[in-house]
């Protein structure tokens, strides 16, 4: 079965400070990544996606996340955090199994990551 | 934002009682999930469907039961409800799975107390 790991369960930072969130996951095969948002008593948000081609993709807000398949990694990266980036950030993998049997879009979620920025 | 609603939005219920959630698309996706989101377990997948009346189970199935008659609605069953319920349910759709525009949409939640 495939997992997905979070580094860090609380991350505090002030405003225009770098961010990077951690993510690692477990599954041989052919997998698509995805990190959510969810900010305070809202629902989850797609921050961004990878699926192929480009290891290095972009989302919104100015957030990015690179692929470095070898290392079974996702990691999320904002070059300057501002105070309304706090929320919790969720990295989700979706395994495409091979021929013989089918994961129907099935997620698998890290732990979460509580980002905290002060202004 | 998706067309995704579900209700009740709020509940407390008692131990033993059977509870049913709601989610609710106006977007005809084929594929819906439900999740429990808990404190340092992020979100785990309770059960799917995809397609009217085919569902299967996902990781954290036990005490919980889904029907899907039509493709806009997709009901989660607490035969009994217990204590260990007691979490924040997402529903999520999905058009596709396997093509670049899989990314699942999440409904804004309800929150189960059991006591």
């Known amino acids: 079965a495939q997992s997905v790991s979070q580094h860090n369960h609380h991350v505090i930072l002030s405003e225009a400070a770098s961010l990077e969130l951690g993510c690692n996951y477990s599954?041989?095969?052919?997998?698509?990544l995805f990190w959510y948002v969810q900010y305070p008593g809202q629902h989850l948000q797609l921050l961004l996606k990878y699926f192929s081609g480009d290891p290095l993709v972009k989302g919104i807000k100015g957030f990015e996340a690179e692929f470095i398949k070898s290392k079974f990694s996702f990691n999320l990266r904002k070059p300057s955090v501002q105070w309304s980036d706090t929320a919790e950030y969720f990295c989700?993998?979706?395994?495409?199994?091979?021929?013989?049997?089918?994961?129907?879009?099935?997620?698998?979620f890290g732990q979460g990551t509580i980002l905290t920025v002060h202004p | 934002d998706a067309g995704i609603t579900q209700s009740p939005r709020h509940k407390v219920t008692e131990t033993g009682t059977p509870v049913t959630l709601r989610c609710h698309q106006t977007?005809?996706?084929?594929?819906m999930y439900w999740y429990r989101q808990d404190p340092g377990h992020g979100l785990r997948l309770i059960h799917y469907s995809y397609g009217v009346k085919d569902t299967d189970k996902g990781e954290v199935s036990d005490g919980y039961s889904v029907s899907r008659s039509k493709t806009e609605d997709f009901l989660l069953t607490l035969e009994s409800a217990t204590s260990s319920q007691t979490s924040v349910y997402f529903c999520a759709i999905s058009e596709s799975w396997r093509s670049a525009g899989n990314e699942q949409f999440f409904g804004p939640g309800t929150r189960l107390t059991v006591l």
């Open positions: 599954y041989g095969g052919t997998v698509n």
């Open positions: 977007e005809n996706h084929r594929y």
């Open positions: 989700a993998v979706n395994s495409i199994t091979n021929a013989g049997g089918t994961s129907y879009g099935k997620l698998t």
